[in-house]
């Protein structure tokens, strides 16, 4: 993201450099049901495989998440979800240099998932699937991800409605990141995401996107994911998730040109490409 000065992320022992370099978040996902690749890394080998190949193809952050947020999907037992997550987490963290984060909004699997060596808690609730987040994640000193999410996901995609969604977003995100901060979270440990395709229409997705700037203007670091979304396939006629990739290029392009720092994908070879593009136009507006 074009910026006067360095920013960084900050995370146990370390800190990632945001700015010239848009980061890219690529998904492992153990789960039988992700809307995007359900089943296709639920065994450990899999899923590590998967993260390795993720992380040699330019992924700063592996995304390990072991319970699908998908529409229509139900929450999945805790103990499932630790036992899909916790040895994947431990052996990423073991064979590669990614930072590894846990799609969680249960903070016993964050819990878990940090002693096992997670550096960030990706919690698609902001913190409002469980009361114990925000401490666990201060006394961690982890990063954190606040996402918006209307609703929960079973229903979040019926009949989604905003006054003004880039407003209403803008001040949850704004609610939940200074929930965090007075629990003790570091300012600089914080991300906040629009939550794209949860608990909006197509139409919502493209006006906060178009709108990035302004989520960017509450001063903390932007993931995207839009990432083989429903969104783009109304757009691009691409029924099948697998085959929207070029409308997920598209959008994250948009999306690191309109102030994303970090952009949570599938495909990380064929966006870390574009990206190094992009990145390339914008440096010079960039001084870091
Ligand atoms: N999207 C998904 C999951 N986690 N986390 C953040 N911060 N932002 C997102 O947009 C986001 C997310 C959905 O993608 P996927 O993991 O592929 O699907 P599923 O939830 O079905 O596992």
Redesign the pocket.
Known sequence: MPSLVTRRLRLPGRSLKLGRATLIMG?V?V?P??????GRFLSHEAAVSQGLRLCQEGAAIL?V?GA???PG?DPTPLAEELDRVLPVVRELKARCGAAVSI?TYKAEVAEAAIAAGADIV?D?TAMNGDPGMAALCAKSRVGL?L?HMLGTPRTMQQDPRYEDVVAEVARFLDTQANVALAAGVDAQAIVV?P????GKTLEHNLELIRNLPALGRLGYPM?L????KAFIGKLTGRELPAERLWGTVGAHLLGAALGADIV?V?DVAPVKEALLVADAVMAARVAA
């Open positions: 998904a996902n789960t049901d992700s809307f995007s690749d359900g995304d998440g699908s947020t998908r999907s799609d990706n698609v991800v996402m995401d939550g794209i395709g949860f993931l994911g839009a990432s083989r949570r599938h």
